[in-house]
């Protein structure tokens, strides 16, 4: 009689890195809802309760894959020109909630205290502050730049429409916009479907126009 051989995944010792890679893999395939510890431990190989062994709970999971996504975004490099630092900042992290869909949403909804939030937050801080902001006003530049960051993202992840359907859906919708009616909107939307003007939001649009708005209240110390 043959004897069962465990699988692949059964035979490689189970630990905590491990664990939260297998965590951050379910979360980026089918978000938060899709993150059990059920369905974690059969994507592992394990028994469910062995994950307890390297886990508090799946709040700490979540706490745990939440920083995980935050270590792959760039920190802010001190000495260099703010604005360049902030802008690559703003790229990169924009550039990782893509990547990782459901982050985005998480970050904003916990209260995230992981080694690498910190180091994030705190090298902010200091490029900031090494540029003359004030205490203050650092702090209200980094959340600004933050809600930018967080709120494109979630809206391009839940645009309903993908870049090349765009302008077929503008057609679609021109006879609702009748230029007597709404002659702005309408004029818009014709440039969209002429294809003079793609119509899609541009995250750089709007980081510019905050970075050079701190810019000039940089020097402001009663805000």
């Not at 051989?5 to 951050?24: C, F, G, I, N, Y």
């Not at 839940?158 to 006879?175: C, G, I, Q, R, W």
Request: proline share 4%; net charge negative; with cysteine.
């Amino acid at each position: 009689m043959a004897i069962p051989q465990p699988d692949a995944k059964s035979r490689v010792p189970l630990t905590r890195e491990r664990l939260l890679q297998a965590a951050m893999r379910l979360a980026d395939q089918g978000g938060i809802e899709a993150l059990s510890m059920r369905k974690l431990a059969q994507e592992l190989g394990v028994e469910a309760m062995s994950l307890y062994n390297h886990v508090a709970n799946k709040d700490d999971i979540l706490d745990s894959i939440v920083d995980l996504v935050v270590s792959e975004m760039a920190l802010p490099e001190l000495g260099l020109d703010w604005k360049t630092a902030m802008r690559q900042r703003a790229t990169s992290a924009h550039a990782v909630l893509l990547r990782h869909p459901w982050a985005a949403l998480a970050i904003m909804s916990r209260l995230n205290v992981g080694p690498a939030m910190l180091r994030y937050v705190d090298a902010t801080l200091g490029c900031l502050r090494q540029a003359g902001f004030s205490i203050q006003m650092t702090d209200h530049a980094w959340n600004a730049i933050d809600s930018h960051i967080y709120g494109f993202t979630l809206q391009e992840l839940n645009f309903p429409l993908d870049a090349p359907d765009y302008s077929a859906a503008a057609a679609n919708y021109l006879s609702r916009i009748p230029a007597e009616q709404y002659p702005y909107l309408n004029q818009l939307t014709v440039q969209v479907i002429e294809g003079a003007y793609d119509g899609l939001h541009d995250f750089e649009f709007g980081l510019e126009l905050l970075l050079a708005g701190l810019d000039r209240l940089r020097d402001n110390t009663s805000i």
